[in-house]
């Protein structure tokens, strides 16, 4: 696989993960649209994204004939058609932590039940001071700072 094949399949899983498991939970990310969205709209929208939503409606995997089959594997890539809207929501997603993430609370329990019940208790403050070193640095802001004008 190609590496943008990859990443585009990252990305759509991404997406999907913000609307797994919703019989146990709301979602995590949530598309609100006043518009009509069966057909791709010009103009500017300020209460909804009526082209997002029809791009990921018309998301689909790449289709192999059968004498391409023959010839190559099996592929499971996105069709890279019509994907501006939805490429920048998988970049924005890509970019913030996993809707899945255990909460620093659990995570913390978690390593020191483990600590009891393996009596690994020696290296207990070591894996704690790790999983705080972790967090600080997934805590730390992303800053954006523009190039130009070029630093002197």
């Known amino acids: 696989m190609w590496e943008g094949e990859n990443g585009e399949l990252a990305g759509m899983e991404r997406i ?3 609307w797994r498991d919703l019989d146990h939970r709301e979602p995590t990310l949530k598309i609100v649209c006043p518009y009509e969205y069966s057909r791709k709209r010009f103009g ?11 791009e990921l409606m018309r998301t689909r995997r790449e ?3 059968a004498s391409q089959l023959m010839r190559k ?5 996105i069709v890279d058609k019509d994907n501006h809207l939805r490429d920048a929501l998988k970049y924005v997603l890509l ?3 996993s809707p899945t993430e255990l909460p620093k609370h659990s995570e913390r329990d978690a390593i020191i039940r483990e600590a009891f019940e393996t009596g690994s208790q020696a290296t207990l ?3 704690l001071a790790q999983f705080d070193e972790r967090q600080r640095v997934k805590a730390e ?3 954006y700072r523009p190039r130009w004008p070029p630093e002197e």
Do not use: D, I, M, Y
């Open 16 to 18: 999907f993960e913000h």
């Open 44 to 54: 500017l929208f300020g209460r909804g994204c009526p082209n997002l939503l029809w």
């Open 63 to 65: 289709q192999l004939s």
């Open 73 to 77: 594997n099996p592929t499971e890539a």
């Open 95 to 97: 970019s913030l932590p």
């Open 125 to 127: 403050g070591v894996r």
């Open 141 to 143: 802001p992303v800053s």
